[in-house]
């Protein structure tokens, strides 16, 4: 306590406080430079990797939670109860997301996808329009976990052999399978939305309210975007036959070590649990009397998808060990973005800087915030890390949403919908992989990429918009 007066004192001389009492004033534009202070410190360290998502989350709030906190210009409260108040908001998106990650990951190994594949490769033979909506499909179905890598490899394996024979545009394989795992990646376990989720408060029913404007995406990618690519491709090329021997060539698994833990004996019933678990969650979202946690469903459906598909208690083991590294590497961000939040909400920096919003923004514009954060988000996720944007930025812009009268749901579904430009960005570290596998200049790619998402973000927008989900304008 002695060395918090001290403080104060030399505080006081600097005119900041009051040693009686804060001076209210002067302390919310102290608190409004820590929380600015702040989002820059968090930014640079991010930006510059001088720290991981996981440490910099919880010790560059700390930080400035400590110094709010010692200069008397926080909020009412201590340090501890701000994070578990903030571990509790993310408790269950958390958990949601340790069993959605090990499901798809245990889906992938029995080989789920792999029937899928192989019925796109042999329907498509030689024809490049058929080729190209077959990468399209198949990029979606193995999108479904949410993880761009897995995409990536599966796709590229696929298909790439089959452009390289038909002399087809590999350009256009890139561009395909970046927008479909860019729409897959809003589902509830993808990256961004568990931050959203985790940020804004909100559950899984989020789903509900994207899936509109993710299945226009998804068909607007396959007959619309694939289409037109086979068209052009078709007048280039012409069209060639695969004899029965290269189709088998192509989609035979040589690696032995996949092989082994391929369950082609227990497709129907994984394809069976995987659509199950899938429609009861979105179905759960408008009735009642069916909704069940989704954290319930996933840890369900991961457990029955190891009993049937690895009944050996080693295989069990094994499989989730595997598995593991990438479920927790995303379920310690959560549990970090909930510390961090609750730091930064609990110490009053939150507000601090969404009243530093509402003096800049005229009243006017104020009705057309959630359209206004929709706009930001498309170059916020671009030029910005998802950490950062959703930890960093969507806070004290949602704070201000709710001062116009925006809802949690409709801060978090505008935040998103940048989303459509995110995959894009630089800061993206799989898609280094793309590139170096397709043999891609990245300012080709992302030009003729963009184009294209240019017409996924309209959907996005407008879907949310005419379902009644964002408000366009709130009168003041």
């Known amino acids: 306590m002695r060395y918090v007066a001290t403080i104060q004192i030399i505080l006081f001389k600097l005119g900041w406080i009051k040693v009686q009492g804060i001076n209210k004033r002067k302390g919310v534009t102290m608190l409004t430079i820590l929380s600015y202070a702040m989002i820059i410190v968090f930014m640079y360290v991010i930006l510059t990797k001088k720290m991981t998502p ?65 019925r796109m490769i042999r329907f498509a033979k030689g024809d490049p329009m058929k080729v190209l909506i077959a990468t399209a499909v198949v990029a979606a179905a193995v999108s479904l976990n949410g993880d761009g890598t897995t995409t990536t490899l599966i796709c590229v394996s696929a298909f790439l052999p089959i452009y390289k024979r038909l002399n087809m545009r590999i350009m256009n394989l890139g561009v395909l399978i970046i927008m479909q795992n860019t729409i897959m990646n809003l589902l509830p376990w993808g990256g961004p939305t568990a931050r959203a989720m985790a940020v804004m408060n909100v559950d ?17 990618v396959i007959f619309i975007v694939a289409r037109y690519m086979g068209r052009k491709e078709r007048e280039r090329l012409g069209i060639v036959e695969f004899t029965e021997e290269e189709i088998a060539e192509l989609v035979t698994i040589t690696d032995p070590e996949v092989e082994a833990i391929r369950r082609p004996q227990n497709w129907l019933f994984n394809a069976i649990l995987t659509v199950g678990l899938i429609a009861w969650l979105i179905t759960g979202s408008f009735v009642d009397a069916v909704s069940v946690p989704p954290l319930v469903l996933f840890m369900v459906g991961t457990v029955l998808a190891l009993m049937v598909n690895y009944p050996n208690l080693k295989d069990q083991g094994t499989r989730i060990a595997e598995n593991a590294g990438d479920a927790v590497s995303v379920v310690i ?46 170059p916020g996720t671009f030029f910005i890390s998802n950490d950062g944007f959703y930890f960093g930025i969507l806070p004290p812009l949602a704070e201000v949403g709710f001062s116009y009268g925006f809802t949690n749901m409709e801060m978090a579904l505008a935040s998103l919908m940048g989303q459509a430009f995110h995959l894009l960005s630089p800061l993206v570290a799989f898609i280094y992989l793309l590139l170096r596998l397709l043999d891609l200049d990245m300012g080709e790619w992302q030009k003729e990429s963009g184009k294209w998402l240019l017409g996924v973000f309209i959907i996005f927008i407008v879907t949310i918009v005419l379902t009644g989900n964002l408000r366009v304008f709130i009168p003041q």
């Open 204 to 220: 899984a029913d989020i789903l509900a309210y994207l899936m509109p404007g993710m299945v226009l995406s998804i068909l607007y």
């Open 333 to 378: 961000l959560v549990f970090a973005a909930g510390a961090f939040m609750g730091l930064f909400q609990g110490s009053g920096m939150a507000d601090a800087m969404a009243q530093s919003f509402v003096t800049i923004i005229p009243d006017a514009l104020g009705g057309f915030w959630g359209i206004i954060v929709a706009l930001i988000s498309a």
């Open 54 to 118: 996981f440490t910099s989350l919880i010790i560059v709030p700390l930080i400035f939670a400590i110094i709010a906190k010692l200069t008397g210009v926080s909020a009412e409260g201590n340090i501890g109860e701000w994070i578990m108040e903030g571990l509790a908001t993310t408790s269950n998106t958390g958990i949601m997301l340790l069993f959605a990650i090990l499901f798809f990951a245990i889906m992938l190994d029995a080989g789920l996808f792999d029937p899928i594949t192989e």
